[in-house]
């Protein structure tokens, strides 16, 4: 059964960083697409950064030129660095994984930005 686990959320200043990683364990076969969405209290869940298999990326306007998605394939982990934080990018975060065994989530990981 495959698995998505976050972690690296947590509480951080504006200005500051913080680097999400998402594992995957379980056997996952033909991925195409991996991603990070939030979702705000109050707010629909919002795609922010996104790789495809042939390391196409894809950023929320809100989010470009701070914040970065990466994938390491041995360690079937993808990353997504997070500089320049603002209040504005308090919210849950969510990995996506698609492949064509089928579309996976994680639990998500609170990150919380105070001014």
């Known amino acids: 059964q495959v698995q998505l686990v976050e972690s690296g959320g947590g509480l951080v200043q504006a200005g500051g960083s913080l680097r999400l990683s998402c594992a995957a364990s379980?056997?996952?076969?033909?991925?195409?697409?991996m991603g990070w969405y939030r979702q705000a209290p109050g707010k629909q869940r919002e795609l922010v950064a996104a790789?495809?298999?042939?390391?196409?990326?894809n950023y929320a306007d809100s989010v470009k030129g701070r914040f970065t998605i990466s994938r390491d394939n041995a360690k079937n982990t993808w990353y997504l660095q997070m500089n320049s934080l603002k209040p504005e990018d308090t919210a849950v975060y969510y990995c996506?994984?698609?492949?064509?065994?089928?579309?996976?989530w994680g639990q998500g990981t609170q990150v919380t930005v105070s001014s």
């Open positions: 379980g056997s996952i076969f033909s991925i195409y697409f």
């Open positions: 996506n994984v698609r492949a064509f065994g089928g579309n996976y």
């Open positions: 790789i495809t298999a042939g390391d196409n990326t």
